[in-house]
């Protein structure tokens, strides 16, 4: 829902809105006024709103169209919050990396606070020394190469139930988003807490209501809220995303709460026997509970996980996909490479995807073209410093735009065509140093799970590459697959996309 649509809907908040107009003129004249010096160039601002009228449903877009006008980085009032805006790879260098210490706090949603403290990985508003530890904990025993290595045998297992999946539904229509999604929720929920949460057949009793709330929980956070442009109003919750939010949350952490009491029983009962031997591998919820963490904080952590590390990879697949439908040259390569280096009798967790030159570009064009965040997780200053010769003020609001980066014409030709060798002998990775193209980010707030991640989505996409033939319903005609986007914090296909698998011999 856009912000200027819910005003029109909502005549009681309308009215309540224009009955408080003169203060929030007043407010944001006497804030801003002495504020703007030196800041980077933009559109004009209307009085108390700024510039919301302009930002639209696909932002990326809208201040990608700014940039084009004003320059790679730009400001832009929302409400009584500064925004900066970063479009060039200039830009992003500076702010990722030369100013990454003082631009790397995190300005949270207002929908996400409903805990009296926000002890997360994302969404915390400083690098303090609870988010390291986290951050630490999370690198070492999910996302390191070693711990990757460590759940081959559990990773392979969820890959050869999605493949047997796919192959009892031949012939039917399958939504590839449900059937990544329940593969990658199950992986996750096995590193944390040894058992699986969903049923690709859908039968299971805790069903697909626990990622429905996941994934409302993060469409929260991404909808106009009055809270966030307008603190004043921000304890009444106007829109009710906050409430909403809370009960999302709660209702996952019900679910996840019965299992980690569970295992605290279970561990103090171990503890009684003297001398008990313990051989069993140690999942993530383990290791938490040795860190002394409180219900709380676990369940905010394993939320943040299961989002982070489900819905990235999700997308991707699909893009991925959709593009290799639409090019069926392309496609034909990575078969014909795929059949040739990738033995049928081994398993496709061991093998080293490093060898797979057009494949992995195939991977890297798909991040450009569909960067899995496009604005990058916002920013926030933690100090007042300087990009580009601009002053940013403290508590800004920072937005790093991946998206028109990575269709910068400068940089990349023919940017909006996907073509894989631009990659091909190319120094360019996803590591954080490149920043004509860093889909996962950079500096302190770069994705910890950026391995784990690629890996999934290596091994999923030439698994269903191998072994299937992909065939759109009715019919249609892969050259006309509707590509439009869906902003979110994810960049997803607006429509889904929906297949026929048939097995290849």
Same mark, same amino acid.
């Not at 805006?85 to 030369?98: D, F, N, P, R």
């Not at 302190?444 to 999923?460: A, N, Q, V």
């Given at each position: 829902?856009?912000?200027?649509?819910?005003?029109?809907?909502?005549?009681?908040?309308?009215?309540?809105?224009?009955?408080?107009? %003169?203060?929030?003129?007043?407010? =944001?004249?006497? @804030?801003? !006024?002495?504020?703007?010096?030196? &800041?980077?160039? $933009?559109?004009? +601002?209307?009085?108390?709103?700024?510039?919301?009228?302009?930002?639209?449903?696909? %932002?990326?877009?809208?201040?990608? =169209?700014?940039? @084009?006008? !004003?320059?790679?980085?730009?400001? &832009?009032?929302? $409400?009584?919050? +500064?925004?900066?805006?970063?479009?060039?790879?200039?830009?992003?260098?500076?702010?990722?990396?030369?100013?990454?210490?003082?631009?790397?706090?995190?300005?949270?949603?207002?929908?996400?606070?409903?805990?009296?403290?926000?002890?997360?990985?994302?969404?915390?508003?400083?690098?303090?020394?609870?988010?390291?530890?986290?951050?630490?904990?999370?690198?070492?025993?999910?996302?390191?190469?070693?711990?990757?290595?460590?759940?081959?045998?559990?990773?392979?297992?969820?890959?050869?139930?999605?493949?047997?999946?796919?192959?009892?539904?031949?012939?039917?229509?399958?939504?590839?988003?449900?059937?990544?999604?329940?593969?990658?929720?199950?992986?996750?929920?096995?590193?944390?807490?040894?058992?699986?949460?969903?049923?690709?057949?859908?039968?299971?009793?805790?069903?697909?209501?626990?990622?429905?709330?996941?994934?409302?929980?993060?469409?929260?956070?991404?909808?106009?809220?009055?809270?966030?442009?307008?603190?004043?109003?921000?304890?009444?919750?106007?829109?009710?995303?906050?409430?909403?939010?809370?009960?999302?949350?709660?209702?996952?952490?019900?679910?996840?709460?019965?299992?980690?009491?569970?295992?605290?029983?279970?561990?103090?009962?171990?503890?009684?026997?003297?001398?008990?031997?313990?051989?069993?591998?140690?999942?993530?919820?383990?290791?938490?509970?040795?860190?002394?963490?409180?219900?709380?904080?676990?369940?905010?952590?394993?939320?943040?996980?299961?989002?982070?590390?489900?819905?990235?990879?999700?997308?991707?697949?699909?893009?991925?996909?959709?593009?290799?439908?639409?090019?069926?040259?392309?496609?034909?390569?990575?078969?014909?490479?795929?059949?040739?280096?990738?033995?049928?009798?081994?398993?496709?967790?061991?093998?080293?995807?490093?060898?797979?030159?057009?494949?992995?570009?195939?991977?890297?064009?798909?991040?450009?073209?569909?960067?899995?965040?496009?604005?990058?997780?916002?920013?926030?200053?933690?100090?007042?410093?300087?990009?580009?010769?601009?002053?940013?003020?403290?508590?800004?609001?920072?937005?790093?735009?991946?998206?028109?980066?990575?269709?910068?014409?400068?940089?990349?030709?023919?940017?909006?065509?996907?073509?894989?060798?631009?990659?091909?002998?190319?120094?360019?990775?996803?590591?954080?140093?490149?920043?004509?193209?860093?889909?996962?980010?950079?500096?302190?707030?770069?994705?910890?799970?950026?391995?784990?991640?690629?890996?999934?989505?290596?091994?999923?996409?030439?698994?269903?590459?191998?072994?299937?033939?992909?065939?759109?319903?009715?019919?249609?005609?892969?050259?006309?697959?509707?590509?439009?986007?869906?902003?979110?914090?994810?960049?997803?296909?607006?429509?889904?996309?929906?297949?026929?698998?048939?097995?290849?011999?």
């Amino acid at each position: 829902m856009e912000l200027t649509a819910y005003f029109m809907e909502n005549t009681l908040l309308s009215s309540f809105f224009f009955i408080l107009a %003169p203060f929030f003129l007043w407010l =944001i004249t006497y @804030k801003y !006024y002495n504020t703007k010096k030196n &800041l980077p160039p $933009g559109p004009p +601002q209307l009085p108390i709103i700024g510039n919301l009228h302009q930002m639209g449903k696909k %932002p990326h877009v809208s201040t990608a =169209i700014f940039a @084009k006008k !004003y320059g790679p980085l730009i400001s &832009l009032r929302l $409400g009584s919050q +500064q925004l900066v805006v970063a479009s060039s790879s200039q830009a992003a260098m500076e702010i990722l990396k030369t100013q990454d210490r003082h631009l790397s706090g995190r300005i949270m949603p207002d929908s996400f606070q409903v805990f009296p403290k926000y002890d997360g990985l994302v969404w915390a508003p400083d690098c303090n020394e609870h988010w390291k530890i986290l951050r630490a904990l999370s690198r070492v025993e999910i996302f390191s190469a070693k711990a990757i290595e460590a759940q081959s045998n559990l990773r392979n297992e969820k890959l050869a139930q999605m493949l047997d999946f796919l192959n009892i539904t031949e012939g039917k229509v399958v939504k590839i988003e449900e059937v990544v999604f329940t593969t990658l929720f199950n992986t996750m929920s096995n590193i944390l807490f040894s058992k699986d949460f969903l049923d690709l057949n859908g039968d299971n009793t805790n069903a697909h209501w626990l990622k429905k709330a996941l994934q409302k929980t993060l469409e929260n956070s991404m909808i106009p809220n009055v809270g966030d442009f307008f603190p004043i109003v921000r304890g009444l919750d106007l829109q009710g995303l906050r409430k909403d939010t809370l009960k999302q949350l709660n209702d996952v952490s019900s679910f996840t709460g019965i299992l980690i009491k569970e295992r605290r029983d279970q561990r103090a009962s171990l503890k009684v026997i003297k001398d008990v031997v313990v051989t069993e591998e140690k999942d993530f919820l383990d290791h938490l509970l040795d860190k002394n963490f409180t219900d709380i904080q676990i369940n905010i952590l394993v939320q943040e996980l299961f989002i982070a590390g489900t819905d990235t990879v999700v997308s991707t697949t699909e893009w991925a996909m959709a593009e290799l439908l639409k090019n069926k040259e392309i496609m034909k390569k990575v078969q014909e490479e795929l059949k040739r280096e990738i033995n049928s009798n081994s398993s496709i967790m061991k093998f080293d995807f490093s060898k797979l030159t057009y494949f992995n570009a195939c991977i890297k064009e798909t991040l450009r073209l569909h960067p899995v965040v496009p604005l990058l997780i916002p920013r926030r200053a933690v100090e007042t410093c300087e990009v580009m010769g601009y002053t940013i003020p403290q508590n800004s609001q920072i937005w790093v735009n991946i998206w028109e980066i990575s269709r910068d014409p400068k940089v990349w030709d023919e940017p909006n065509i996907f073509k894989p060798e631009r990659f091909i002998g190319s120094h360019l990775n996803y590591t954080g140093h490149d920043f004509e193209f860093t889909p996962f980010g950079g500096g302190r707030r770069m994705c910890p799970g950026l391995l784990s991640g690629i890996k999934g989505l290596e091994t999923i996409l030439a698994s269903l590459i191998l072994g299937f033939d992909w065939v759109l319903p009715h019919g249609e005609d892969p050259a006309n697959l509707d590509m439009n986007e869906h902003f979110g914090v994810v960049l997803q296909k607006e429509k889904p996309l929906e297949l026929i698998f048939k097995r290849r011999e």
